[in-house]
């Protein structure tokens, strides 16, 4: 998934991939103007008005989490290293079940907004809203970076353009476009084009899973067996090893990882804010089962295009597929099952998953931007700076500006960022949020003496040790792929923080509680732990 | 209102609550129903977070430190690896479902009663 500059796509019908990209746009403005009139209060703008139901939630939060990195990039590391590609995929799955057992009824229940706001209630507000403003900053904004240099290279490639300046051009369009949708749509219209890209993805999925599973008669071992034989790594082909664990540093560099992706879900602050836009923590929870459903099906779906890829379309040295770090693996193999290049069902397939994977990175930043701004307005503005005294009309301006600011610091930053890595830049967002968010969330809930020191100590000891370590590790500096080739501070041999850093978050949280003096948090656990588990008290819909 | 003396808590969303809110809250965590809500979501969800995690760290080891075992064939082209992480699948796809079954029987009934209760209590 490196974003490094790839061959265009030469083949397929450009007009008819340009003329869907342009539906999309025109409908996913269409939602955002219908939603921005619907939209009247500050719980209209942050959580969708409360009035979405469980499938619906659980509909966007699936939109939310299947960016074009595990769309494109998970089919495209099975294509190009078979079984470690679906690796990534297993970890993203199970990390559903500490959202759905641990977080997010809770969350639904004791929040308001934004991540913060649990944290807050029963800590000092400036400490703790300012540092979970931070860290839900910093992780989007990673996240961002990752889906916008992505988006920068992969509409290129998609519709053929090769110069520096026309994909400047498209990050600088797919950016305006994010502005767009969150200032004027806010949560409502964020979630409606979250729903229809999640719909989208899933009809495209399945279509040419069916198609690849047609030509070898459904038979799963068939399908691996001419896989492994044509990728030309036989055996090694189906077996762990290919992408991981090659060495002892290189195993535990896999062990991190799969620890930062199984524990960074529940943490990451744009799949939390989800949960507030259901009327109840019932509807929160069903929100969950269905995204559970809805992306394990779809990562058992990326398994047979992935392999379908391998065994269809040449992924070979020099092949489209290889010098586009496997992204182009989905839309190649569209074109392939649907009667190959130059045929009329292969261009309209082609341009058909094109269209989707672009739907899907418009769809994952705005719901990016939204949670950034959110904070911004709601947390730092609000509570830290108005303490508590802004109205609310100023409030929602505040967001608004917040994200037309943070849309263009992002847009500024992705352009220079196309030298890194998608995958690394989601990994760090997912290490950070496992780090810094996921132990003061947890302890907030389940342990009375937790305080805000305690809290503010695991956010920024977990923030900062993830990012110092990744700093000094083998991305930044002492390797020829390092976006530093010439530098050599690699004193760290892992790529993935999160072995040290998740467990350091959590010792920060416990030597920070102990260390301070503070009794009020304590006397307010039963408080939280009473509305956290009856929902006595929580925010409720809106009704219009 | 807040007591404006603590401005740093002062401003936080429980202290705009009327103090009747906090003692019914403080009321309903003594209540033998909220102790075993909170028993009965505990011993679901703390012993099933340990077991789905041992279970995936297990995956990740063998995939790492057992590979012999990992590349043993069960059936045609299909090998154990690949049967684990399905099974990783499974796993993920049964505990959600145990635990909705367990929150609708166990937990939701009693939830709902002392939800009522407060509503009660606080007059909404």
Redesign the interface.
């Known amino acids: 998934m490196s974003a490094t500059m790839l061959v265009p796509l030469a083949t397929g019908n450009r007009t008819l991939t340009i003329a869907l990209f342009l539906a999309v746009v025109a409908v996913t403005l269409y939602i955002t103007f219908w939603a921005s009139r619907q939209s009247k209060t500050a719980t209209d703008y942050y959580a969708g008005g409360r009035s979405f139901s469980g499938f619906q939630n659980g509909l966007a939060v699936s939109g939310d989490y299947m960016s074009a990195a595990s769309f494109l990039g998970i089919s495209g590391a099975i294509a190009l290293y078979g079984?470690d590609g679906?690796?990534y995929s297993?970890?993203f799955?199970?990390a559903?079940?500490?959202a759905?057992?641990?977080i997010a009824e809770l969350l639904r229940n004791s929040g308001?907004y934004t991540m913060a706001?649990q944290l807050?209630?029963?800590m000092?507000?400036?400490p703790v809203r300012s540092a979970a403003a931070i860290s839900t900053i910093v992780v989007s904004i990673f996240y961002l970076l990752a889906q916008m240099v992505g988006a920068g290279s992969l509409v290129g490639l998609l519709l053929g353009v090769t110069s520096p300046g026309l994909k400047n051009l498209v990050i600088v369009l797919v950016g305006v476009l994010m502005i767009i949708y969150v200032t004027f749509g806010g949560m409502k219209g964020t979630t409606w084009v979250q729903i229809v890209k999640a719909v989208m993805l899933m009809l495209g999925t399945v279509l040419i899973t069916f198609l690849v599973l047609v030509q070898f008669g459904f038979n799963?071992?068939?399908l691996?067996?001419t896989a492994?034989e044509k990728s030309g790594k036989g055996?090694a082909f189906?077996?762990?090893?290919l992408l991981?664990?090659k060495d002892l540093v290189g195993?535990f560099d896999?062990?991190s990882l799969?620890l930062a992706l199984?524990l960074g879900t529940a943490g990451l602050p744009h799949i939390l804010i989800r949960f507030y836009t259901t009327p109840t923590a019932?509807a929160a929870?069903k929100s969950?089962?269905w995204a559970?459903?809805l992306i394990?099906s779809f990562?058992?779906m990326t398994l047979v295009l992935g392999f379908g890829a391998a065994a269809l379309v040449p992924t070979g040295d020099g092949s489209q597929i290889k010098t586009s770090a496997g992204n182009l693996a989905s839309p190649l193999l569209a074109q392939a099952v649907g009667g190959g290049e130059g045929t009329i069902g292969g261009s309209i397939l082609l341009a058909v998953i094109s269209a989707v994977a672009f739907a899907t990175i418009l769809a994952v930043v705005a719901g990016l931007t939204l949670t950034s701004a959110s904070s911004v307005a709601h947390d730092l503005y609000a509570?830290v700076f108005k303490?508590?005294?802004a109205s609310e009309k100023s409030e929602l301006l505040v967001a608004r500006i917040a994200a037309f600011g943070i849309g263009a610091v992002a847009i500024l930053l992705a352009i220079p960022a196309q030298r890194l890595n998608i995958a690394f830049l989601v990994a760090l967002a997912f290490a950070v949020a496992a780090s810094a968010n996921l132990p003061a969330l947890l302890y907030n809930l389940f342990w009375k003496r937790f305080n805000t020191m305690g809290a503010t100590f695991s956010i920024y000891g977990g923030l900062i040790m993830a990012v110092l370590l990744v700093t000094f590790s083998p991305v930044v500096s002492g390797t020829p792929e390092s976006l530093f080739p010439s530098a050599n501070f690699d004193w760290f041999p892992l790529r993935n923080p999160g072995l040290i850093s998740i467990p350091f978050g959590f010792l920060c949280g416990i030597v920070g509680t102990l260390i301070s003096k503070e009794t009020?948090s304590a006397e307010?656990y039963?408080?939280l732990?009473?509305?956290a588990?009856?929902?006595?008290?929580a925010e409720k819909a809106v009704v219009h | 209102m807040a007591d404006r003396s603590t401005?740093?808590?002062?401003?936080?969303?429980?202290d705009?609550?009327p103090a009747h809110?906090?003692e019914?809250?403080?009321t309903?965590?003594?209540e033998s129903d909220?102790v075993e809500?909170?028993r009965r979501?505990r011993n679901?969800?703390f012993p099933?977070?340990i077991a789905?995690?041992s279970w995936?760290i297990l995956?990740?080891?063998c995939?790492?430190?057992a590979?012999d075992f990992?590349?043993t064939k069960v059936?045609?082209?299909?090998?154990v690896?690949?049967v684990f992480?399905?099974l990783?699948?499974v796993s993920?796809?049964a505990?959600?479902y145990f635990?909705?079954r367990h929150?609708r029987k166990s937990?939701?009934p009693?939830?709902?009663k002392?939800?009522d209760?407060?509503?009660r209590e606080?007059g909404?």
């Open positions: 079984y679906f690796l297993i970890g799955l199970v559903w079940l500490v759905l057992l641990l308001r706001d807050a209630y029963r000092r507000q400036t799963l071992s068939d691996l067996g492994a055996e189906l077996q762990p090893g991981y664990g195993k896999f062990t799969a199984v019932h929870r969950v089962l559970i459903g394990g990562y058992l509570n303490k508590g005294q009020h307010r039963d408080e732990s009473v509305r588990l009856t929902g006595a008290g | 401005p740093a808590y002062g401003s936080g969303e429980a705009r609550l809110d906090h019914v809250y403080n309903i965590a003594q909220f809500l909170n979501y679901f969800a099933a977070t789905f995690m995936y995956y990740i080891v995939n790492n430190w590979r990992m590349d059936v045609g082209n299909i090998n690896a690949l992480g399905l990783q699948f993920t796809f505990i959600a635990y909705a929150a937990l939701d009693l939830a709902s002392l939800r209760e407060f509503d606080t909404r």
